[in-house]
């Protein structure tokens, strides 16, 4: 199970660091990854990092602007989010994939086995 959290509502400009904690299992041998959904729109990859931390990769979109980082000892991502854009308010959901199925970060929504309940950013201009 996967636990998001640390969105809010911040302007144009902030920073946020969300969260995403699993507890029932390790997943420390997990690809882990970020997407956001905004209204009326499909889900989107932002990011993801390999199990063990050594390979990573970003949508274009916020590549300059965030950075995913694990802490296996904790089982959390986290995934840090500054200079925020009106365009980057959505839902954002926590997933992860075993490292067995997929030990590379794929940026395709079917690809993730475990999904959190999502957090909600909110940028104002």
């Known amino acids: 199970q996967l636990q998001a959290s640390g969105g809010g509502s911040v302007q144009a400009g902030g920073s946020l660091r969300l969260s995403c904690a699993a507890s029932g299992r390790s997943f420390s041998r997990y690809t882990m990854a970020w997407f956001r959904q905004a209204p009326g729109k499909e889900r989107e990859f932002v990011a993801g990092?390999?199990?063990?931390?050594?390979?990573?990769a970003y949508a274009p979109s916020v590549e300059v602007r965030v950075i995913l980082s694990r802490d296996s000892a904790k089982n959390t991502v986290y995934l840090q989010m500054n200079s925020l854009k009106p365009e980057d308010t959505a839902v954002y959901y926590c997933a992860a994939v075993s490292a067995d199925k997929r030990n590379w970060v794929s940026k395709a929504i079917y690809d993730y086995d475990y999904w959190g309940q999502g957090t909600q950013v909110t940028v104002s201009s």
């Open positions: 990092i390999t199990w063990t931390g050594d390979s990573s």
